[in-house]
């Protein structure tokens, strides 16, 4: 079994930065696509941006320029690096993990993902 815990939520002002981590324990592959996920009150959970074992990545129009995905395979941990932080970026923010596959093709879809973290909120003021 595979577990996926998030950190590194806060509160911070608009054009803050913030870095979530995500560290993955139990049995995992070296093949996967990994991606962060994010939901606003009264919203759909959208992706955010994903990595794939390559090192391809990808991310949403709304996060491009100000947002970093990355992984640290030694330590088994996926990385989301924030900047130029927006009150419109408050949400919670989730990772997840699709092992098994290499291919950052669809990763904005919510279904292909066998596990899920818990989520840390992130909150931004203007």
């Known amino acids: 079994q595979v577990q996926l815990v998030e950190s590194g939520g806060g509160s911070v002002q608009a054009g803050g930065s913030l870095r979530l981590s995500c560290a993955a324990s139990?049995?995992?592959?070296?093949?996967?696509?990994m991606g962060w996920f994010r939901q606003a009150p009264g919203k759909e959970r959208e992706g955010v941006a994903a990595?794939?074992?390559?090192?391809?990545?990808s991310y949403a129009d709304s996060v491009k320029g100000r947002f970093t995905i990355s992984k640290d395979n030694a330590k088994n941990t996926l990385y989301l690096q924030m900047n130029s932080l927006k009150p419109e970026d408050t949400a919670m923010y989730y990772c997840a993990a699709d092992y098994g596959v290499v291919t950052i093709t669809g990763w904005w879809l919510l279904m292909r993902y066998n596990y899920w973290g818990q989520g840390t909120q992130v909150t931004v003021s203007s």
């Open positions: 139990g049995y995992t592959y070296s093949s996967y696509c």
């Open positions: 990595i794939d074992s390559d090192g391809s990545t």
